[in-house]
């Protein structure tokens, strides 16, 4: 049942967003062992501090150790004080992570641009594609988890229903799933279309294993073996239909394209998207549509500046493009930079009258 988001994960993404799979289902793991009394608490704390840096949202698995802490079977005083401390060994070896990669840790919270929170009626042009409570918010999020997870999908009945508040195990499950689910739900996609689906896959990992000891519950053995086989054939369905609708070259330029002018984006993510399409026909050697896509990316977000230097560099016409820059950097209050790229221009071409 994890198979399928995790492959449609790790082909769409060359980055370091596959490896949180593995290591959040060992993390899973660990918080288990650790909540029976079978492992101490600060080796589920040390993983999850080395998958933090991968990505800052991972830390929403923390809650979970919490929990480990308070129904850990076995356990005198003095083993429940050291468990209180290992809590400590998460954010200690996330800040040693980052320092001997030569990362701030107080940048990754700040790495995105405005709020990190979605608006929760009304949602302005800018940074927020929409609101909260808004039905274009609801039909994306329902899509991003009928990408990652399917089979929860299938089987929100049944992971409601049969999971068990009694269970220890159970609610160690809840605490994995619902802040990562509450993040999911809040968090402003700045950048990208599609929900943003490779970071908001996080939940799927203890979502499906509620799913299945919930399955596991309530079903008879062959009812289960059907459903289990009926997953399956779900499950391959949709990882074939998801390789084969994204081998195609052609038409995934135009979802993109047409997701870059029709879909529901901020301000930014509209130009971050064009400029993407421009940066892959440009690396396609087709200059033309390259540029068409560099002037969109302007267009949407004139204030950025980088737009203007990527579609400099496309150009072998590049005055008016510099020209431009230069404009935008005096209109950021910027005056020595534009200064500096108004002379270029003029010692390349001195009959520039606009610069």
């Not at 290992?86 to 709020?115: C, E, N, R």
């Amino acid at each position: 049942m994890l198979s399928q988001g995790y492959i449609a994960l790790f082909f769409g993404y060359a980055e370091n967003y596959p490896i949180l799979f593995p290591l959040l289902l060992g993390y899973s793991i660990l918080c288990l062992r650790a909540m029976e009394g079978e492992a101490p608490v600060y080796q589920p704390a040390v993983l999850l501090g080395l998958t933090v840096p991968l990505h800052f949202t991972a830390f929403a698995y923390a809650p979970a150790l919490i929990w480990v802490v308070w129904r850990r079977q076995r356990a005198n005083a003095a083993d429940r004080i050291l468990s209180m401390l290992s809590l400590l060994a998460v954010p200690a070896t996330t800040f040693l992570s980052l320092a001997l990669i030569g990362i701030s840790p107080f940048s990754l919270p700040q790495s995105a641009l405005g709020s990190h929170l979605l608006p929760w009626r009304t949602s302005g042009p800018g940074l927020t594609p929409y609101a909260v409570l808004s039905a274009e918010h609801l039909i994306d999020t329902l899509n991003q988890y009928a990408l990652v997870v399917p089979v929860v999908v299938m089987g929100i009945p049944i992971l409601v229903l049969g999971s068990r508040r009694s269970d220890a195990t159970d609610v160690l499950l809840l605490a994995m799933a619902l802040p990562p689910v509450l993040f999911t739900v809040l968090f402003n996609p700045a950048i990208g279309a599609f929900r943003g689906w490779d970071v908001f896959a996080l939940p799927s990992v203890p979502l499906v294993l509620l799913a299945g000891r919930s399955l596991l519950r309530v079903c008879q053995p062959v009812r289960l073996r059907r459903l289990a086989v009926l997953a399956i054939c779900v499950c391959s369905v949709h990882t074939a239909g998801w390789v084969a609708v994204n081998a195609d070259v052609g038409s995934s330029e135009e979802r993109f394209a047409h997701m870059v002018e029709s879909g529901q984006l901020s301000t930014y993510a509209r130009a971050y998207g064009a400029g993407t399409l421009a940066g892959h026909y440009r690396a396609k050697a087709d200059l033309s549509t390259s540029m068409f896509w560099f002037e969109r990316a302007s267009e949407f977000d004139p204030g950025t500046g980088r737009y203007h230097v990527w579609r400099a560099d496309a150009s072998p016409a590049t005055t008016n493009y510099w020209v431009d820059l230069g404009a935008t950097l005096m209109a950021l209050g910027q005056l020595a930079e534009a200064e500096a790229l108004f002379r270029m221009v003029l010692e390349e071409s001195p009959g520039t009258v606009s610069a």
